[in-house]
């Protein structure tokens, strides 16, 4: 079993900045992708940013330019820095790890980005 714990979350005015965090503990043997999504009332949940254990990354357009996925295989933990923030990006985030083809879910952070 992994358990993952998110941070960072929170209020925010258009065009700042937060910064995800989500660390990983258990029964971790090897770590292969790590990755943030986010879920609207409603909506599927959907691909924020991913990274390979090799640190290949990929974002979903919307995120390009302003969000930047990063990992810390040694802490088991993936980040998330999200500049320039908007409205739209407000919704749950989850952080998401798949060890040996199982996934597991953080149990989400609310970003709400407001004036």
């Known amino acids: 079993q992994v358990q993952l714990v998110e941070s960072g979350g929170g209020l925010v005015q258009p065009g700042g900045s937060l910064r995800l965090s989500c660390a990983a503990s258990?029964?971790?043997?090897?770590?292969?992708?790590m990755g943030w999504y986010r879920q609207v009332p409603g909506k599927q949940r959907e691909l924020v940013a991913t990274?390979?254990?090799?640190?290949?990354?990929r974002y979903a357009e919307s995120t390009k330019g302003r969000f930047t996925i990063s990992r810390d295989n040694a802490k088991d933990a993936v980040y998330l820095q999200m500049n320039n923030l908007d409205p739209e990006d407000t919704t749950v985030y989850y952080c998401?790890?798949?060890?040996?083809?199982?996934?597991?879910w953080g149990q989400g952070t609310q970003v709400t980005v407001s004036s």
């Open positions: 998401n790890v798949v060890v040996i083809t199982q996934a597991y």
């Open positions: 258990g029964n971790i043997f090897s770590i292969d992708a």
């Open positions: 990274i390979t254990s090799g640190g290949s990354t």
